[in-house]
């Protein structure tokens, strides 16, 4: 994990470490069968962290946002690529077919059902359903890529 540069990632980070919850931790992670470990946040005070933290640091450019998204995606616990995948999600505008090499990135370096559905049905899918001329044969090439999870995120982007 690199130190965080951006505000928001590092407001993110302590908020999450604050809110850790040492007795849950260890059951989160054996339940995802992670070996990413977990701080113990329960979903809805993370998505309350996440809400906060996005409104006082929000990202002003598309390319702030990817670069936000990649420091909190290079995580030491599973929270923060939570995080990462709730601010993609949150600022819709910056969605552009520029954030695809990073969300193939988050598919292969996730490998696992609870990162990569949602990246590939809400990210990967609203980028199709936005830009499908130019999506289509990205996507003809990830159902037929080596990598399941691409594989599985070009099945789950094309249907929802």
């Known amino acids: ?49 996440y809400r906060v933290a996005f409104k006082e640091f929000p990202p002003r450019s598309v390319e702030e946002n990817l670069d936000i998204i990649a420091e909190l995606w290079d995580a030491e616990y599973r929270e923060e690529r939570y995080a990462a995948i709730s601010l993609a999600l949150k600022f819709k505008k910056y969605q552009t077919l520029g954030a695809l090499p990073s969300y193939r990135l988050m598919i292969q370096t996730g490998a696992w059902w609870d990162l990569v559905d949602t990246i590939a049905a809400d990210l990967v899918g609203e980028l199709l359903r936005k830009f499908s001329t130019e999506m289509k044969p990205e996507m003809e090439s990830w159902i037929e890529d080596e990598d399941l999870w691409i594989r599985r995120a070009a099945i789950l982007s094309v249907a929802v």
């Not at 908020?15 to 919850?21: D, G, I, P, S």
């Open 1 to 49: 994990m690199s130190p965080a540069r951006h505000p928001l990632t590092q407001a993110v980070r302590e908020r999450l470490r604050e809110a850790a919850n040492q007795e849950f931790a260890p059951y989160m992670q054996a339940y995802m069968k992670s070996d990413m470990p977990y701080r113990g946040v329960k979903m809805a005070e993370q998505r309350e962290i």
